[in-house]
Every structure is written in structure tokens, then in C-alpha cells.
């Protein structure tokens, strides 16, 4: 390990958290494919259940290749620690269940990911978790929500299908003095928004997009900012202010003073990941450290092609309107501007003129574009969400989450920006 800390992300990316190992002198990272590991003895093995010393017990708790991956991303966000879990469904899920109990309610943005609306509306709901679901249009809204209740706030970055960026700051600054912490997805902005610097307490992602970046590996991850004053609130927050049963009747913001602002991450990874086990494959922390190196080189391509797709795409007159934070315009131009910075990603949508039809046409023609439910590879990908990662939504729902039958949402990879044009108009031809 080096102690060494850096504060450029193409530096941090390729340097924190690993010097070489100490043994074998590698210079990569190792895959420590180990369920267990040997206690010096039985004072050693009885600190670390204690927490009276960090360190390793078994693989689905802690594994020193997720924590090297977990040491760079924390870097990456500027915050104090993070926590590598076996699936971004799982980072949402933790992240909000590590505050709240039946009874307990979160307010929401409606502008949410597919799969984590199904998570807050359905099974959350079955654990007696109430999701309040707000348009974030209006940040008054999450204020208008909220009870004595309410353990967090929750958003998305940049939410797709709409691409309106979240008004982070304004959410973070009407929660913080209430006690309630916002949290939000950052899985569509890795590096181009830097959601502590606005207020935000807690950031999850999908690993398995943009920072893993090859398609190879789900996985995802919880970043604490270190930034929030949870014992401030001890009504506010009662899981990490009240002797937990869980764990030997610790009190999280006391037990954990000793070893810094980290409380509400060391709780995630001791309760829930130890409890309800989804643990990040070595495997795919390994992959996911290769994806951090590269991430912000592939996220100014992406932003770059991005922006030109955009461009190209609201000239063209098969679209109708086309959904990207670089060409928006009123208060979603306003916020694109406060929270982004050195390029808007490779995400966006547009609505195609002829609806359901000729968005099937489209996706039916395209050559080299990729027709899969996923975002952040490096190669472009598009889908038709009304019929795939959205049909579970009702009519009602579907248009809060900002989908239309004729909505195409595109994920511009890194290929030459004359290749993708090429292969869009083609399709688009077609589809008349
Ligand atoms: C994909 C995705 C998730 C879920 O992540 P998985 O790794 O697929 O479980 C959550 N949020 C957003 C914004 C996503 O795109």
C-alpha cells in the first residue's frame, strides 16, 4: 500500500490504494481469489470482530482485490470509503435499507432507472419501506413529502430516459439541516459530476457500466461522502444512533469515532453485506479496477460522440425532439451546467416522428449498434424502452418516467464518431 494521495482523477485512477504487492512485487493488482483468511491468533481474530482493527475475515464481508477497486472509486468521488457489492440493484437497495425499517419512509425522485423503480415500488413496499416518488423538476417537492419518517432522499444524476439532471445541491440543502441525507445514482456521470461537491451525502452506481466500460462484469457500489452529521440527528436517524441489536448493541456513530467519518459504510458492509451476503466477485473487482484506469479517457469520448449524435440528430427530420444535457435548453440547460463539467456522456434519447412502428424499424435496421438493455460500453448500444426495460410500467408511469412509444435511447460509445452517424442514418432512412 502506498500512502501516497493523489487528487487528479486520471492519477488517482492508475495509482490509489496499490504501490505493488509485497511479496511477489506485482505491479497489478492481484486477484485474491480467497473465501478465508488466517488470524495471527486468537487476540487478532477477537479485535477484528470487534472492529477494534480493520481487516480481513472472510470474502463476503472484505477481499483486498474489492478493496483496492473500493479505494479508487472512493478517490474517484472524493469521498471516505466505499463498498463493492455484487450488482448495482443491490448497491440501491443497501444503501436505503441501511436507514430505514418498516415504518420508515424515503422520498424519491419518479425519474429512476427501470429496475431500481421496481425495487422501491414492490419489494420495498413487501418490507414495509414506503417509497415516495416526487418529479424532481420542482426540488420543493421532496420537501412537501417528508415526515418525521423520512430517513433519505433519493435521485438519479442523470436520469434516463428524460436526461434531466437532478438539482442536487437544492435537494442536498433542503434534507441536511432536516437530518435526511440525499443519495443519489451517479452510474450515468462517473467523473463528469462530482456529487459531494454539491451537497450529496451517499452516491451509488452500476459498476457494470460506464466504469467497468467493457460489458464484462455486473457489479456495483456504494461511495460515503463522509460529509454527513448523522449523530446530530439521533431522531432523524435512529439505525446509526441507537445500540443495534444486530451487533452487539453498538451505537454505529460512537463504535465507529475511532476510525473516522465512516460509520454509515462500515454499518452496510458489517449488517447487510455480512447478513444478506451480495458480495462482489474478486473476479469482477479486478475488472472493474482495469475499466477506473481508463474511465476518464473513455468519458470524453463518450461526451465527445455524444454531443454529435445530439447535434446530428436534432437536424434531422425523422426526430422530433431528442433528449441530451449539452443541447437542452431552460432550467435543464441551467443544472446540465452547474452539476457537469468537461462533457455530458454518451446517453440520450429521441423520439422518433411515426411512434411504435418506426421506432421498431430503426432498431431492427441498425447495423453496428447493439440492441441490448444496457448502458456505459464502449461500443454504442440503443433500445426501444417501451417495449423492453420500461414495459413493465403502466401508461401513467411510463410517461412520468418520461417514455413514449416512439422513444429510442441511445448509449454512444467510443468508435469513430463518423461510424455511428453513418449507422444511425442509415436505419433512420429506413424507418420512414
Ligand atoms: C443498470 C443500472 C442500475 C442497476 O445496476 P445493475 O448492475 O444492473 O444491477 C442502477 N441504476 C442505473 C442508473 C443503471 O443504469
Redesign the pocket.
Known amino acids: 500500500m502506498t500512502n501516497k494521495t493523489y487528487t487528479n482523477p486520471a492519477t488517482i485512477a492508475l495509482h490509489s490504494g496499490w504501490r505493488k504487492d509485497e511479496t511477489t512485487n506485482s505491479v497489478t493488482v492481484p486477484i485474491h481469489m480467497t473465501s478465508s483468511y488466517q488470524f495471527d491468533d486468537t487476540d487478532h481474530a477477537a479485535n477484528l470482530f470487534a472492529l477494534g482493527e480493520l481487516g480481513n475475515i472472510y470474502s463476503r464481508i472484505m477481499n483486498p482485490t474489492n478493496a483496492v477497486f473500493e479505494d479508487r472509486i472512493a478517490a474517484l468521488e472524493g469521498g471516505v470509503a466505499a463498498l463493492g457489492l455484487a450488482?448495482?440493484?443491490?448497491?440501491?437497495a443497501y444503501a436505503i435499507q441501511n436507514l430505514c425499517t418498516r415504518g420508515d419512509n424515503i422520498v424519491a425522485s419518479s425519474q429512476l432507472?427501470g429496475?431500481?423503480y421496481n425495487q422501491f415500488k414492490n419489494p420495498f413496499s413487501d418490507m414495509g419501506i414506503e417509497v415516495r416518488f416526487v418529479d424532481p423538476k420542482d426540488p420543493q417537492n421532496f420537501a412537501n413529502a417528508t415526515d418525521d419518517k423520512t430517513r433519505a432522499y433519493y435521485g438519479?444524476v442523470l436520469?434516463?430516459p428524460s436526461f434531466q439532471v437532478f438539482p442536487l445541491r437544492e435537494v442536498a440543502d433542503i434534507g441536511r439541516p432536516l437530518g435526511i441525507p440525499l443519495i443519489v445514482?451517479n452510474?450515468?456521470a462517473p467523473l463528469i459530476c462530482r456529487p459531494f461537491d454539491h451537497g450529496v451525502a451517499v452516491i451509488i452506481h452500476?459498476?457494470?457500466?460506464y466504469i467497468g466500460g467493457h460489458g464484462t462484469s455486473?457489479?456495483?457500489v456504494i461511495v460515503d461522502g463522509g460529509n454527513f452529521d448523522w449523530e446530530a440527528f439521533p431522531d432523524r436517524q435512529p439505525k446509526l444512533n441507537t445500540p443495534d441489536p444486530n451487533y452487539d448493541g453498538v451505537v454505529w456513530t460512537e463504535a465507529v469515532k475511532p476510525l473516522g467519518p465512516i460509520a454509515y459504510i462500515l454499518k452496510a458492509r458489517t449488517t447487510l453485506l455480512r447478513d444478506m451476503g451480495a458480495a462482489m466477485s474478486p473476479f469482477n473487482a479486478f475488472m472493474f479496477i482495469q475499466g477506473l484506469e481508463t474511465l476518464h479517457l473513455r468519458m470524453k469520448e463518450h461526451s465527445k460522440n455524444g454531443q454529435l449524435v445530439a447535434e446530428y440528430l436534432e437536424n434531422h427530420p425523422l426526430v422530433e425532439t431528442v433528449a441530451y444535457p449539452g443541447i437542452s435548453s431552460g432550467i435543464n440547460k441551467e443544472r446540465a451546467e452547474k452539476y457537469l463539467s468537461g462533457g455530458c456522456g454518451g446517453l440520450q434519447g429521441f423520439e422518433i416522428k411515426g411512434g411504435l412502428e418506426a421506432g421498431k424499424k430503426f432498431i431492427n435496421n441498425l447495423e453496428m449498434l447493439y440492441h441490448v438493455a444496457n448502458?456505459?460500453d464502449s461500443r454504442s448500444l440503443a433500445i426501444h424502452p417501451a417495449s423492453t426495460t420500461h414495459s413493465q410500467l403502466n401508461d401513467e408511469e411510463l410517461s412520468s418516467a418520461g417514455v413514449s412509444a416512439g422513444y429510442i435511447r441511445l448509449s454512444i460509445g467510443i468508435e469513430h464518431i463518423d461510424d455511428i452517424i453513418a449507422d444511425i442514418d442509415q436505419a433512420l432512412a429506413k424507418a420512414e
Open positions: 450488482s448495482g440493484q443491490a448497491a440501491s432507472y429496475g431500481t438519479e436520469p434516463n445514482d452510474t450515468a452500476s459498476a457494470t457500466k455486473i457489479g456495483g448502458i456505459g
